[in-house]
């Protein structure tokens, strides 16, 4: 019945997508109008950031029946977008009537395929743990066609889709099934798991790799801080994102203010954490810089009261960090070009781990028989990788005509940032960072 209401809904108030590439000098401004509903700030970011778009600014409304956002937008080379094909995608996605209609499944962004099976997996993180899951699924005569994997304060999860080595088809008998999951978690528990291990088959035909990501290091807790995480150095606190959350209580809002260091999906990394965590933005701001992003959202929880409590208020700030850290790197980053086989991923991650290199985190992908795999590895202390141990990966990989390896420096954790008064952008007060319990003499602009 709520879906049907939903649908009467948005037939008598369908959403608006207006495109213009004349308003902005440097950017694509979309403006998106709809019916509101939970999740729906989500869903936006999320379309535009599968397709590699960059959100340099966004203003977010949804007080009320109503959602209206606004975002400025590039493309991964600076540009405007042009290309008239992803303008209409965009457009007709976002109009679409199915899009924004609820799901039972309770997720949001699922797209179906069946070509593949997809594991899920969490556990404690240590060196040479991908290199271990990937031999035992080779040895299980499975190839992976494409995954990811994510690394935060020594915890690991993997997304991971698999064929059959033989067929190429999805695996579906039950008992190859249970023996995979099995193995992996004698792989994943290793000799000193304190928290269990988790391998899981996704639901059927559904995922969406980097959301579910997300959900799996929270349903983790890796926002909480445990073992060597514990023990970080002054220059590693130096460089953490910096989290408020205040109160509006003028307004009855929480108010949440970030800077950190800019990179690609840090807005879908946030918003997809505050809407697992089942809080909604009603007013929101994003700007970025050359190097540095700042966002500012006022929240409420789904029940609409504002964060209410100090355990509540540390909570969110850990999880905020949290969402900000998992996809970033500090780290050397070795993009690899070949031909896919079965093994392929074993037999690389192997080579890795001979020479003493950690991943921290790892896109797999295949297409057409090529594979294109992007890791970011340090060596086993954490500190840069030795250039001359790049040199000796090169020689026992191949680097070819038809393997190469491309090798970059990639530093995308937080810068930290200034300890002075911040602005706030949306109501055009000035607050100290040291304010908690109140805003005064909120002014709004004229």
Excluded at 326 to 339: D, M, V
Excluded at 363 to 372: L, Q, R
Excluded at 384 to 395: A, Y
């Amino acid at each position: 019945m709520d879906d049907e209401y939903a649908k009467l809904i948005r037939r008598m108030n369908p959403p608006r997508v207006i495109i213009d590439n004349d308003y902005c000098e440097d950017a694509t401004v979309i403006q998106v109008d709809s019916v509101n509903k939970h999740g729906i700030l989500l869903e936006v970011v999320q379309v535009l950031t599968d397709l590699n778009l960059v959100i340099t600014k966004a203003y977010i409304s949804s007080d009320g029946g109503w959602f209206m956002d606004v975002f400025n937008v590039i493309d991964r080379d600076g540009n405007k977008i042009r290309d008239e094909a992803i303008i209409s995608y965009i457009q007709k996605t976002l109009e679409s009537e199915t899009f924004f209609v609820p799901s039972s499944r309770g997720s949001v962004g699922l797209k179906p395929s069946e070509d593949y099976t997809s594991i899920e997996l969490a556990g404690t993180d240590r060196p040479g743990l991908l290199s271990e899951v990937c031999a035992v699924l080779t040895d299980l005569h499975c190839n992976v066609v494409n995954a990811e994997i994510w690394t935060h304060n020594a915890r690991a999860a993997a997304v991971v889709h698999v064929t059959d080595g033989t067929t190429g088809c999805a695996i579906e008998d039950p008992t190859r099934l249970s023996t995979i999951k099995k193995l992996l978690c004698n792989v994943l528990k290793g000799n000193n798991d304190l928290k269990t291990a988790k391998m899981t088959l996704s639901p059927p035909g559904f995922t969406h790799r980097e959301r579910r990501l997300h959900q799996i290091m929270f349903a983790d807790r890796d926002y909480e801080k445990v073992g060597r995480a514990e023990e970080e150095s002054s220059e590693d606190k130096s460089s953490k994102p910096d989290v408020n959350v205040l109160d509006c209580i003028e307004r009855d809002y929480t108010v949440i203010t970030m800077r950190s260091k800019d990179r690609p999906k840090l807005l879908f990394d946030i918003v997809c954490t505050l809407t697992d965590m089942q809080y909604v933005v009603f007013h929101g701001v994003v700007h970025t810089g050359r190097m540095e992003a700042y966002q500012e959202f006022y929240i409420r929880h789904v029940d609409g009261l504002p964060v209410s409590s100090e355990a509540e208020r540390e909570r969110v700030m850990q999880c905020l960090e949290a969402a900000i850290e998992r996809r970033a790197s500090e780290a050397l980053e070795l993009e690899l070009y070949t031909e896919d086989r079965v093994g392929l991923l074993s037999d690389i991650t192997r080579i890795f781990r001979e020479n003493s290199l950690c991943i921290k985190r790892a896109e797999i992908s295949t297409e057409g028989g090529k594979a294109k795999d992007i890791f970011y590895v340090t060596d086993v202390t954490g500190n840069p990788v030795d250039p001359r141990t790049i040199d000796s990966i090169r020689r026992q990989i191949g680097h070819t005509g038809h393997t190469v390896l491309h090798a970059r420096w990639n530093s995308s954790t937080s810068a930290k940032p200034p300890q002075k008064k911040m602005m706030s952008y949306l109501f055009g007060n000035f607050f100290s960072t040291q304010s908690s319990q109140n805003f005064k003499s909120i002014r709004t602009y004229s």
